[in-house]
């Protein structure tokens, strides 16, 4: 270990045997994954946390008049060995986790909180930031330095740095109490969905479905030591297409109910306490930093702003949504009584029937697709076009090893120059040991200050493993969430910034799911689907026919899909527009908003409070899960900006997505962005007839 390595700020002063020792010399700066085991964790946190707090102590010491320099370019120094380890372990604690990491990420999360607290409330630091933005007409920053520092103070500002002594300590307290409790939302989570299978072993049990799902659940309950038998497990790529073949009604309710109720089945999984406190501390914390409700102080650093802009949209977009969700109830309802059901349709018969309703109308057939659909082309397609709108090549690194022998790595350059651009890691399969869902993030962010400093970016998914030997194949949906990832993935890796504070995806929350939902667009062009779904097995094209199919159908179920959605982001900015919530029972308050906006008894919430990982794990889509709704306005509109010209790969309004959305990060206004990328704003037109819901 030479002096450079250990001296480099990212180092530690560890054992040498802790990889956070020493600058890592892997190729690309890879974490060295093999190396690293949990015991290593809790003390490079530790050394990590004294470091920083050093750099900081540092800042405020410094007896110069307070510049740009020496304190707002000092900040963007500070932390990076923190942020290194933060980077490996909170990945390592979404998509593979063991008992291990679960307890230092327990112990971890109030202790982070309270050092974030201490840094953003320090008077000493703050009278520094507050004195550098005093002065800034005077300073000659450039466009990109004017924004840092006006995030810098305006950061500083909401997480308490002008409150008085009394009321700093108690929302440090509260910001720790809510890191503990975000924690163990998330972990319980994973506990009601890991701990779950539902076992069929005689083939009644697997009346309906198709060989694709078959394959899928035999693998499952082979991974779960049950070989020979078939599991339905609560990741989406097993329970949605369960619920949408099975035959069996009853085990269609079972799946449906256990998958429904997570969160919420007693014992020490159970979340309805925790999201009671959480509710009652975020509104609290509100109070404190002068906005009469969570919602007001969430959305005051949002394109949306207030919380009244954002019911608008919702309810603008519920009524219609709901009247159609009724026709299609009507058309469910009828065919469930030609084959002789005589109850009301269920939740759990909703995607059943739904899909005899589109095989009837459309003659469309979800199981005929997935065979076009294979896992790695899908992946192909999406890397592709990346190439013909951005200039992108991804070229795979089989010699390099990720944190699961399922990771795949890609080297990402500019495909003329060479340049690089950065890596990505793909981890598409679901495990017990990841949580649901699917999403973007980083090892390590872009940024230029002190020298070029490249991306690894990574995308987690939870699609059903295949046999072995045989391909993943995908969902018309799971094809739409790689692309989505991978748009998230894009805006991680071109970005092109001097500060690392201002990189990728750490934009208006309200806007950061503009270039992902964006680059859905883009599978579902006829120049994709023609080139890149193949039959897996015969390598033929994806029939005229079928593609012609999909199209008509697009609009299909999207009353079903509007409402579930919608109603969750109502519930959402409801539990957050509460001034007072002392004692509020999440159950019945959830219960009372739905009855007040008229929720459909046939369908459920997205995601039903006790497991809303969006809203109560962390900090990220509270009083925000309406985001992807304000997106899609804007994505609706932006690809509207190709299709336009007649060519989905214009390289002209590419050149100007790039250079305005995708690689800009938050060097700007995300209205002032979207203006110069489109020459206006959208309306919610397009996201109307989008969903077929225009009047």
Not at 31 to 48: L, M, N, S
Not at 155 to 163: E, H, I, P, Q, Y
Not at 549 to 573: H, P, R, W
Not at 610 to 622: E, I, L, M, R
């Amino acid at each position: 270990m030479t002096l450079a390595e250990t001296a480099h700020p990212e180092a530690l002063p560890l054992p040498a045997e802790n990889p956070f020792a020493a600058r890592w010399q892997t190729p690309f700066r890879l974490p060295p994954f093999a190396q690293i085991r949990p015991e290593h964790i809790r003390p490079a946190f530790d050394a990590a946390l004294a470091k920083h707090k050093a750099e900081i102590a540092a800042i405020v010491a410094d007896k110069a008049q307070p510049d740009f320099a020496n304190t707002i370019e000092a900040l963007e120094r500070a932390g990076r060995a923190l942020s290194r380890i933060g980077g490996v372990f909170y990945n390592l604690t979404g998509a593979d986790t063991n008992e291990a990491l679960q307890a230092i990420e327990r112990a971890m999360s109030p202790i982070t909180a309270r050092h974030w607290s201490a840094i953003m409330m320090d008077e000493g630091l703050f009278a520094r930031v507050d004195a550098v933005n005093a002065r800034r007409d005077g300073l000659s920053l450039d466009a990109e330095q004017a924004r840092l520092l006006e995030r810098t103070h305006k950061g500083f500002v909401r997480s308490g740095a002008k409150l008085a002594a009394d009321d700093k300590q108690r929302l440090a307290t509260i910001n720790e109490r809510l890191a503990a409790l975000g924690t163990a939302f998330s972990q319980n989570v994973l506990k009601d969905e890991s701990s779950y299978a539902l076992f069929i072993a005689d083939e009644a049990g697997l009346a309906g479905l198709p060989d694709f799902l078959r394959a899928a659940m035999a693998r499952a309950a082979a991974d779960r030591a049950r070989p020979g038998q078939h599991a339905v497990t609560l990741s989406r790529s097993i329970i949605e297409p369960f619920l949408t073949f099975s035959e069996r009604r009853d085990l269609r309710e079972e799946a449906f109910l256990a998958w429904s109720r997570r969160g919420e089945n007693g014992g020490d999984s159970d979340n309805r306490a925790i999201v009671a406190e959480m509710v009652a501390l975020r509104a609290e914390k509100a109070k404190l930093l002068g906005y009469p409700t969570f919602a007001h102080f969430k959305l005051d650093d949002a394109m949306a702003k207030t919380p009244e802009h954002v019911r608008d949209l919702l309810e603008l977009v519920w009524k219609p949504a709901r009247a159609r969700a009724a026709r299609e109830a009507a058309d469910l309802s009828a065919l469930a009584g030609l084959e002789g059901g005589n109850g009301p349709i269920r939740p759990w018969d909703w995607r059943h029937y739904a899909e005899k309703v589109r095989q009837k109308t459309y003659a469309f057939d979800e199981a005929a697709l997935k065979p076009y659909l294979p896992l790695d082309r899908v992946r192909q397609a999406a890397f592709d076009v990346a190439g013909k709108l951005f200039g992108l090549a991804f070229t795979e690194r089989p010699e390099l090893a990720g944190y699961h022998p399922e990771v795949r790595l890609f080297e990402v350059t500019e495909a003329a120059s060479g340049r690089a651009i950065g890596l990505f890691l793909g981890d598409y399969f679901a495990r017990p040991s990841k949580r649901s869902g699917a999403w973007m993030s980083a090892f390590r962010g872009q940024r230029k200050l002190d020298g070029e400093v490249r991306p690894i970016i990574v995308n987690v998914c939870n699609f059903a493993k295949p046999a072995e030997g045989h391909p993943a194949l995908l969902s018309l949906d799971e094809a739409r969430t790689l692309f989505h990832e991978f748009g998230h993935a894009l805006h991680g890796l071109i970005s092109d910034v001097t500060y690392g504070s201002l990189a990728g995806t750490s934009v208006a929350r309200d806007f950061v799911e503009l270039p992902s939902q964006l680059y859905e667009h883009w599978f579902l062009t006829r120049e994709v689907m023609r080139q890149y779904c193949l039959h897996a097995e015969t390598g033929k094209p994806i029939p005229e026919a079928l593609i012609e199919k999909i199209e008509k159908a697009q609009t299909f179920n999207q009353g079903f899909a509007t409402v579930e959605y919608t109603s969750s982001a109502l519930v959402d900015l409801a539990f957050h527009s509460l001034a007072a919530p002392a004692a509020v029972d999440p159950l019945a308050f959830e219960a009372a908003e739905l009855k007040r906006i008229g929720m459909p008894a046939e369908i459920t919430m997205r995601h039903r409070t006790p497991h809303f990982t969006h809203v109560f794990a962390g900090d990220g889509y509270s009083a925000g899960y309406y985001s992807y709704l304000w997106s899609e306005v804007m994505d609706a509109d932006a690809f509207n900006a190709f299709t336009e010209t007649g060519d989905v790969f214009s390289a002209e309004v590419a050149a100007k997505l790039k250079r305005y959305i995708y690689a800009a990060g938050d060097t700007r206004e995300a209205a002032e962005a979207y203006t110069l990328f489109r020459g206006r704003l959208p309306t919610p037109d397009a996201l109307l007839e989008k969903r077929g819901l225009a009047a």
